[in-house]
């Protein structure tokens, strides 16, 4: 299982305006500066709900399906049989999943 960020991950998110102070991972002496981001950096950075212009407030969630990942912004409605999903994204890695839910948060504006 991955548990960090790859270094030009790492500075994608750096470039996109993430403090590297929010980076935990660990290099092995001798590589590069970056400090990768972790698996638990991501999910303290990425917001527990988005909010829409329109009032619309988004939760985030993680479901397991198979060998995938799914991570996204759902908005439920009534009896939880209806929903709208803003954002989602899938990988093997959860990890992964989330990287592109939070480059997605990023560009939105939803991290800020």
Not at 56 to 79: C, K, L, M, P, Q
Not at 88 to 112: R, T
Request: charged share 25%.
């Amino acid at each position: 299982m991955k548990t960090q960020l790859t270094a030009s991950e790492s500075a994608k998110l750096i470039e996109l305006g993430v403090s590297p102070g929010k980076a935990n991972g660990l290099w092995l002496p001798g590589t590069d500066a970056i400090i990768p981001f972790a698996l638990a950096d991501i999910l303290d950075i990425l917001p527990k709900e988005v909010k829409r212009s329109n009032y619309n407030s988004y939760t985030f969630s993680i479901v397991a399906d198979n060998h995938y990942w799914n991570v996204e912004y759902r908005y439920w409605r009534g009896d939880y049989a209806e929903n709208d999903t803003l954002a989602l994204f899938e990988s093997e890695e959860l990890i992964d999943a989330l990287y592109s839910l939070l480059l997605w948060c990023l560009e939105k504006g939803y991290v800020k």
